[in-house]
């Protein structure tokens, strides 16, 4: 009977982590090719804005956030508002699909925008680190935080029931034995070969 709900824990624990380690694992034998693949060229682009009178710094990048439907950056970070050398207001949005550096042209009354897309493999990236310590204004990012972070306990959980399960079952068995050791040594080979 405890065997059987330690099977079915281990089961259903690795069907919810099942997209995580996807994920990790494509990015993982992405990690090599993103190293040496050059970023996309910024794409440059101006935009009509007036800065309404007597409103704060964070008031005007939570404003533009909003107008360019950057809600993967939200909420808007301290360190997005800066200014740059010319004193306009310089906002620098990191979000899951790249990065967003608006400059405020406020004389002109407009914004330049340089947009920087992310691959395939960064955008995964991205995901793969993002857990439930990360707070996102956008509520499919914070759902993907969220179940990142359950799939990780999930494989704990995995990994525990799955020695459970070895341990409740002919430990005597050459097959469980070698089972064991070539997972050792797979393991801690990858370890050592990614150091």
């Not at 004193?87 to 990065?99: I, Q, T, V, Y």
């Not at 947009?115 to 204004?137: C, D, M, P, Q």
């Not at 990780?152 to 079952?169: D, E, K, N, P, R």
Request: charged residues 15%.
């Amino acid at each position: 009977m405890f065997l059987r709900l330690i099977k079915k824990l281990h089961t259903y624990a690795g069907l919810l982590t099942f997209l995580n380690l996807a994920v990790y694992g494509v990015v993982g034998l992405a990690i090599p090719f993103m190293r040496e693949s050059k970023s996309a060229q910024p794409i440059v682009s101006y935009r009509d804005f007036t800065v309404p009178a007597n409103m704060t710094d964070r008031q005007v990048a939570e404003r533009i956030c909003s107008l360019l439907g950057l809600s993967l950056a939200t909420p808007v970070n301290n360190a997005v508002i800066q200014h740059d050398a010319a004193n306009n207001l310089f906002l620098d949005f990191w979000h899951a699909n790249g990065r967003d550096q608006v400059t405020v042209l406020e004389k002109e009354g407009r914004l330049r925008i340089e947009t920087i897309r992310n691959s395939l493999a960064l955008y995964l990236y991205v995901l793969h680190e993002t857990t439930a310590a990360f707070h996102s204004g956008d509520w499919r990012m914070q759902f993907w935080a969220d179940y990142n972070e359950f799939a990780m306990w999930c494989l704990l959980a995995m990994i525990a029931s799955g020695f459970a399960m070895f341990l409740g079952s002919r430990t005597g068995s050459r097959l469980a034995q070698i089972s064991l050791a070539a997972g050792c040594c797979l393991f801690a080979a990858l370890y050592f070969w990614t150091r």
